[in-house]
């Protein structure tokens, strides 16, 4: 069993948790990204937002996966994060080069790069940064410390 030392255990010290946060990313990419193709089928939302829609789903799933990255690590959040959001976008891009058979990197393929790897060290560092979490009002419920007490009778 792992030592616990403060609120992370030594496992998660260790840098684990990329994975996790990968399957997070795209745990939130692949649910929003079938909404906005329901949404493109089923009304009229104009075809130019189509690719700022895609970016804003991509991106915010990122800030999510760097942000799990960031929140199991106690140091390098922006490192983690980062290289989430590379790993993330360059499985992105192998996926898509294999399935159009296109290798080519445009201008558009350079922007998601950067702005998944951007994403992903913004959310790692909101994870580190992460206050603790407080303790639910049900849990503590009679067991405060008045500090009072000493002053009543």
């Given at each position: 069993m792992p030592e616990k030392t403060g609120f992370r255990s030594v496992?998660?010290?260790?840098?684990?948790?990329?994975?996790?946060?990968l399957l997070?990313?795209?745990?939130?990419?692949?649910?929003?990204?079938?909404i906005l193709a329901a949404v493109l089928t089923f009304t009229d939302f104009p075809e130019k937002y189509k690719t700022a829609a895609v970016l804003i789903a991509t991106i915010s799933a990122l800030f999510a996966a760097g942000f799990k990255a960031g929140m199991h690590n106690?140091?390098?959040?922006?490192v983690k994060g980062a290289l989430t959001g590379l790993i993330y976008m360059l499985i992105l891009y192998?996926?898509?080069?294999?399935?159009?058979?296109?290798?080519?990197?445009?201008?558009?393929?350079?922007?998601m790069i950067i702005?998944?790897?951007l994403a992903g060290a913004a959310g790692g560092?909101?994870?580190?940064?992460?206050?603790?979490?407080?303790?639910?009002?049900?849990?503590?419920?009679?067991?405060?410390?008045?500090?009072?007490?000493?002053?009543?009778?």
């Open positions: 496992v998660s010290k260790q840098g684990f948790g990329l994975l996790h946060a997070t990313a795209f745990a939130i990419t692949i649910p929003g990204l079938f106690e140091k390098n959040g922006t192998l996926v898509s080069s294999i399935v159009f058979n296109d290798f080519m990197l445009n201008h558009r393929s350079v922007i702005s998944g790897i560092i909101a994870g580190i940064n992460r206050k603790a979490k407080p303790i639910s009002k049900s849990a503590s419920f009679g067991k405060k410390n008045d500090i009072l007490k000493k002053y009543r009778r």
